[in-house]
């Protein structure tokens, strides 16, 4: 079991920057991979970015790319989602969640827990 805490949401202008933090704790010494995921009111969730458990191979989704950042810190069991050049449409509630299936691309893992989610929202 693995049980998650995300934080940092919160309201920003367009075009600011946010970062959210994932704390992990329980089965985290098997190294789970870790993602991000995100839900706008009406809209399917959708694939944000993912860490595979050695804090290097990372993939991002398309409308996230060279704007946001996921990384780790395996000592402190924390995940992070570096949130630049925010735009209207990036307002969501973001989810943590983690899997210790970390085959083939990222945003297809088998997410298995997940975090209660941190509201973000950017205003224009």
């Known amino acids: 079991q693995v049980q998650l805490v995300e934080s940092g949401g919160g309201l920003v202008q367009a075009g600011g920057s946010l970062r959210l933090s994932c704390a992990a704790s329980?089965?985290?010494?098997?190294?789970?991979?870790m993602g991000w995921f995100r839900q706008a009111p009406g809209k399917e969730r959708e694939f944000v970015a993912c860490i595979r458990w050695d804090g290097v191979t990372t993939y991002y989704g398309d409308a996230v790319k060279g704007r946001f950042t996921i990384s780790r810190d395996n000592a402190k069991n924390m995940v992070y989602l570096q949130l630049n050049s925010l735009k209207p449409e990036d307002t969501a509630i973001y989810y943590c969640?983690?899997?210790?299936?970390?085959?083939?691309?990222?945003?297809?893992?088998?997410?298995?827990?997940w975090g209660q989610g941190t509201q973000v929202t950017v205003s224009s």
């Open positions: 329980g089965r985290t010494f098997s190294r789970p991979g």
């Open positions: 969640a983690a899997t210790f299936r970390q085959e083939g691309y990222g945003g297809t893992w088998p997410y298995e827990y």
